[in-house]
């Protein structure tokens, strides 16, 4: 007689059999993990946190469900200008994918047009779609950067993210005021003048810097 195969999770998980958790909520597994921790998930201040865990976590990863590229496509103008674009100091809140722990700092975007520019206020809003989503910050840096590559083809692009790690601020791992900054340099901002034409114009304080 065959012998019952051993299907193991990662395969029962490949080809798509439950694996049982299915049957909770999001809210029913939040509550699970507040009593793995010790608490006691029936007390008043926690009755509702497992509802308010599930709609915080959706709005800090409503990225996924937006098209980056669909928002600049509504926000591309024909320009005859080649003079450096900047826009600086944008807020960013975002969450590690390794520590799901938040980080958060400003991001500094320019780029050289090439015939076309993007309404200044979708930079923001490309900035936030890539935010909110698990993130580590160099991918982060990156995708802002080929994102608007891939828009409008400049001449190039410029992107600094300056942050700081809850995961390594509160673990003691960081010292409470250092940052991390990360860049992506595409097309003529790899060229030594226009990148030091850039990361000047970042650190010249203007409005809206602190
Ligand atoms: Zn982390």
Redesign the pocket.
């Known amino acids: 007689m065959a012998q019952p195969i051993a299907v193991s999770k990662s395969v029962r998980r490949a080809i798509g059999i439950d694996d049982g958790l299915s049957e909770f909520s999001t809210e029913e597994m939040y509550r699970e993990i507040l009593s793995r921790l010790g608490e006691d998930p029936g007390r008043d201040g926690l009755v509702a946190t497992p509802g308010r865990v599930e709609k915080s976590m959706a709005f800090l990863t409503k990225g996924y469900q937006e098209d980056p590229a669909k928002i600049l496509r509504g926000a591309l103008f024909d320009v005859d200008y080649d003079e450096m674009v900047i826009v600086k100091d944008i807020e960013m809140f975002s969450l590690?994918?390794?520590?799901?722990?938040p980080?958060f700092g400003k991001v500094h975007v320019a780029y050289i047009p090439n015939g076309k520019v993007i309404g200044l206020s979708k930079i923001p809003r490309l900035v936030e779609v890539f935010a909110r989503r698990l993130q580590?910050q160099e991918r982060l840096t990156r995708q802002i950067a080929d994102t608007i590559q891939e828009a409008i083809a400049p001449q190039g692009v410029g992107v600094v993210v300056e942050a700081r790690?809850?995961?390594?601020m509160m673990r003691g791992i960081e010292k409470q005021h250092s940052s991390t900054v990360t860049s992506a340099m595409v097309g003529c901002f790899r060229q030594k003048e226009t990148r030091l034409e850039f990361l000047s114009l970042v650190r010249q304080p203007g409005a809206g810097s602190l």
């Open positions: 590690c994918e390794h520590h799901m722990l980080f580590v790690h809850m995961c390594m």
